[in-house]
């Protein structure tokens, strides 16, 4: 999970990428049309993969906030951040990936059914796709009407002073006349970035266009080295991107052990708490409502297990062995299990404040600037995606 962040983090500080962002945000013209960019730039790229789609929203928000002297900040990171909300609806949602590969850990559905659930039957289906442009229509509404009249106490000069406005620069240059080593000529050695790109390209080719987990960390790598140009500049980023994901790596301990906690049964007679939490939420479900009481236990259980992957591979085994025991075992129903925890799990995100950590990082804010806001948004995806969760059975 942290390496599809950190791919996508890189990606998006690549020149071309940036350029890209520099032309975004000199078109807003006040702070709603700000907020608004950075929503639909982080929603866009979420879609594309989440990890980009993070920290888009934010290094967006700095631009714009350098143009617009009396925008709100927070209100402008958080409208980004709302993006976020899509990201299990994407191309890198870890549940779905890891449905469609055989070899991986968290591919529940497989351990128990021995059955592949391709993307077509889940984020490619008109009830996934069909809740994303509704969800977007919402909070872009929803961003506008929320937009503050007061500015925020930001330190502006800090903010901006940190690189905010102009990243261009390389952060050394060769003395005049001095002589490049060796090691110098391959750091500047595009030809490296081309063929580590090409090689990268070749073996998605001729493993049949798969995708799953460790493709889309590869295929954001090698187009992020190829952007960047060179291989002193990809490393310099990669390593920048790392550092920002820092604050996540010191709290997976704490949420693996929480993990643990939830999985540990002293005997074989004893039920795990996740298995009971599990459990009593889809007792009673019917065909019809196992994937809305799914969507409610993944908020839940997302307040403790915040990460895709790792919440899938604690709620999974109790919502597929449930949808078995209502009889239904087809890959369509399970990809409906599936994007039911999924759609809880990032409805939960907008309470959570886990993965808006790096958010932070880049924004230099602390978390109660933003966290009015998102809890709105909470409420409207809650509302959104409960309602496509009972419709799902039926389409």
């Not at 929803?142 to 925020?152: C, G, Q, R, S, V």
Request: positive net charge.
């Amino acid at each position: 999970m942290v390496l599809i962040l950190v791919s996508g983090y890189t990606l998006a500080e690549a020149p071309a990428v940036k350029r890209g962002l520099i032309w975004l945000a000199s078109k807003p013209r006040n702070q709603i049309e700000g907020a608004l960019m950075c929503f639909g730039a982080a929603a866009v790229a979420n879609i594309l993969n989440w990890g980009l789609g993070l920290v888009v929203g934010a290094l967006l928000g700095r631009r714009i906030f350098a143009r617009l002297s009396t925008a709100n900040f927070g209100y402008m990171i958080a409208a980004g951040y709302m993006g976020y909300m899509l990201w299990t609806n994407g191309f890198s949602s870890s549940i779905a990936l890891a449905n469609t590969d055989p070899t991986s850990k968290l591919n529940v559905v497989f351990t128990a059914t021995h059955q592949l659930v391709p993307l077509d039957l889940t984020i490619l289906q008109p009830y996934s796709w069909v809740t994303v442009l509704v969800v977007i229509a919402a909070l872009a509404l929803l961003i506008w009407k929320m937009a503050p009249h007061e500015t925020d106490d930001v330190d502006r000069d800090a903010l901006l002073g940190a690189g905010a406005v102009d990243e261009e620069s390389p952060r050394t240059a060769p003395a005049p006349g001095a002589r490049r080593s060796f090691a110098d000529r391959l750091e500047g050695l595009w030809i490296l970035n081309v063929l580590l790109f090409l090689a990268g390209a070749a073996y998605f080719v001729i493993s049949g266009f798969n995708l799953n987990i460790s493709s889309m960390v590869m295929l954001f790598t090698i187009l992020a080295a190829l952007l960047h140009g060179t291989p002193i500049r990809f490393i310099r980023a990669f390593t920048d991107a790392a550092k920002t994901c820092g604050p996540l790596l010191l709290q997976y301990p704490l949420y693996g052990g929480i993990v643990g906690l939830l999985a540990y049964a002293p005997d074989a007679h004893t039920k795990p708490l996740q298995a009971v939490i599990s459990a009593s939420i889809v007792a009673g479900a019917t065909t019809a409502t196992l994937p809305f009481l799914n969507f409610l236990g993944s908020i839940i259980i997302s307040l403790f297990v915040p990460s895709g992957g790792g919440h899938w591979g604690v709620q999974g085994p109790i919502a597929v062995e449930a949808a078995r025991q209502l009889g239904e075992s087809s890959p369509a129903y399970l990809g409906k299990v599936s994007m039911s925890v999924a759609a809880g799990e990032a409805v939960a995100n907008m309470i959570q404040p886990f993965w808006l950590l790096p958010v932070l990082a880049i924004a230099k804010l602390s978390v109660r600037k933003v966290m009015g806001y998102t809890v709105a948004a909470f409420l409207v995806g809650f509302v959104i995606f409960g309602i496509a969760m009972l419709v799902m059975p039926h389409v």
